[in-house]
């Protein structure tokens, strides 16, 4: 009998897409509680049942003989990001009908994005990539002594927060460069194009050469001559 082929688990590219992918979630939890303007299409109700639910069940399955770390308080939490998601995802719907323009996988606006900070702060989402995951993780530091569970959540939701910003950020950024390379390439294009037109412009003109047809004047002398003898 052959030996059988060895299946290969999953490359460490693999690993790592999937990790970027899966970061999301937890994000979307914390981002549905503190922003007020996440896209529709993020706030999918499936995606928050899917998400929530699993944190509920958690904190369902962990309660009986786990009381001193409140697993409870993981249930509670998921139904306010359930909830919170589903009355953005309301209120988008409204403001899709009333024509108001927003990119539907918008990651939202830091509540901390006051107007007032300076523009050093506020740009390039300074606000929402680092003061965000900062605030949540030092929520679930604060809560740890008390409820260990949801705690501990907190702390992993920030990060993947982090991250998943990170990840929007990089991407945006390589979108901006390859625009601005596009527009470098089409100048350096046009300027090539130029060039060779105005060589073209430039040189003479050339007579036609190839081969002649019909009499020549001196021939045509000649056959005028004989015919006046």
Known sequence: MPPQPQQQGP???EQ?????????FPA????????RDVGYRLLNPLLHIAVDGSLALVGILAEPGHEDVRPIDLLIF??????AGLAQRIHRWWEL???VRQH???IGTSPFNFRWLPKIFRRNRRMARFIDPIFWFLIGLALFPFSRVLACYLMFAAFCLRTYEYIIHQRERNLDLDAVDGLINAELQGETVEQFENVQDTRPQQQATGIPTGLGQDVREHIKRRKGK
């Open 28 to 35: 979307l939890t914390l981002m549905g509680l503190s922003r």
């Open 78 to 83: 998921a139904l306010l990001s359930f909830c």
């Open 104 to 106: 539907s996988f918008y």
């Open 16 to 24: 790592y897409a999937f990790a970027k992918w899966f970061m999301q």
């Open 97 to 99: 009908n009333a024509a």
């Open 11 to 13: 490359t460490f590219r």
